[in-house]
T-cell receptor, first 110, second 114 residues
Framework: GQQVMQIPQYQHVQEGEDFTTYCNSSTTLSNIQWYKQRPGGHPVFLIQLVKSGEVKKQKRLTFQFGEAKKNSSLHITATQTTDVGTYFC??????????FGAGTTVTVRA | DGGITQSPKYLFRKEGQNVTLSCEQNLNHDAMYWYRQDPGQGLRLIYY???????QKGDIAEGYSVSREKKESFPLTVTSAQKNPTAFYLC?????????????FGDGTRLSIL
């Protein structure tokens, strides 16, 4: 079945630094979504990418969908303590189901 | 405020017991989903329903059952056949049952074995 892999599993970042988390699929995806789950909370939808090579920005967050639509990345610049949480990517192959990656858990050193 | 309500927040199950987790939404969404979250494994789909009176198995349906008699409600029963039920269970909904729709999640139910 479809698998979506995310790396790294953990990311420890100094406040103010940048980091990137990556999402890779074994198959071509029709779309990819990103979610954020704060500690003790539930996943919250951030964004969806659909087109090959698409790049979208939300303030300090930049999301990218690969040209082959098999990978995606989330880059956060100038990390803040509010960025703490687990970031999940979720991909689909034109069906009704999303396959979630295992997530990247981000901690921030002030 | 529209949203998804899951109850209870914490649930304990005895050996051989079935337990039911509640999920109610007032977003007027057609599709609803149940996920299981274990540490380091992300979210795994248990069951999903694209419309009332219809539902399909997800990737890990064994030991679980659902019903969708009302648009607003999608209860999940964890049966005694589920040998490792300890996990965080998340219910979600989307406007329509296709993968291009963002999913809205409830606050979850944490199930433990006594």
């Amino acid at each position: 079945g479809q698998q979506v892999m995310q790396i790294p599993q953990y990311q420890h970042v100094q406040e103010g630094e940048d980091f990137t988390t990556y999402c890779n699929s074994s198959t071509t995806l029709s779309n990819i979504q990103w979610y954020k789950q704060r500690p003790g909370g539930h996943p919250v939808f951030l964004i969806q990418l659909v087109k090959s090579g698409e790049v979208k920005k939300q303030k300090r967050l930049t999301f990218q969908f690969g040209e082959a639509k098999k990978n995606s990345s989330l880059h956060i610049t100038a990390t803040q303590t509010t960025d703490v949480g687990t970031y999940f990517c979720a991909g689909s192959q034109d069906d009704y189901k999303l396959s979630f990656g295992a997530g990247t858990t981000v901690t921030v050193r002030a | 405020d529209g949203g998804i309500t899951q109850s209870p927040k914490y649930l304990f199950r005895k050996e051989g017991q079935n337990v039911t987790l509640s999920c109610e939404q007032n977003l007027n969404h057609d599709a609803m989903y149940w996920y299981r979250q274990d540490p380091g494994q992300g979210l795994r789909l248990i069951y999903y329903s694209q419309i009332v009176n219809d539902f399909q198995k997800g990737d890990i349906a064994e030991g679980y059952s659902v019903s969708r008699e009302k648009k607003e409600s999608f209860p999940l029963t964890v049966t005694s056949a589920q040998k490792n039920p300890t996990a965080f269970y998340l219910c979600a909904s989307s406007l329509q049952g296709d993968s291009n729709q963002p999913q809205h999640f409830g606050d979850g139910t944490r199930l433990s074995i006594l």
